[in-house]
């Protein structure tokens, strides 16, 4: 078992070093709890969309985030579905992150039993199998 300690900025930095976010994002700023970012839509009613990322909750191997937007664009996601993608699924306000499975699919052996975020930490317990 070990007990990683690490910060959002930190986060974001192993995950563009590692290429997982993909081309349509851009513009990251980390806002004390909160990841801001630019989505590049290719929706109708906006090329780009400014977006703003909290952490929720963890369990059962699922990352819950909560999605904030302006009015206009909230009022649009409310009824328009919008397709799941491999390890997301979003249903208005909240992201779901299957955190496990993309674990699984891409480490194989780390998993992870417990997330908790406090004064700017995301405090992780894994084990491995």
Known sequence: MAEIRITISEIIDI???NELIPDCVSNI???GERIKFRYKN???ISTN???EINYKDYNNGMLFLEV???WIIDKYLRF???PNVQYLQYEHPVLTFLLQQFLKDKVKIVHIEDIHFKNGYFKIKT???
């Open 15 to 17: 995950c563009i070093a």
């Open 68 to 70: 904030q937007t302006n």
């Open 42 to 44: 290719e929706q109708p």
């Open 29 to 31: 700023e980390i806002l």
């Open 127 to 129: 084990f491995n199998e």
């Open 80 to 82: 328009k579905k919008l």
């Open 49 to 51: 969309i400014d977006l």
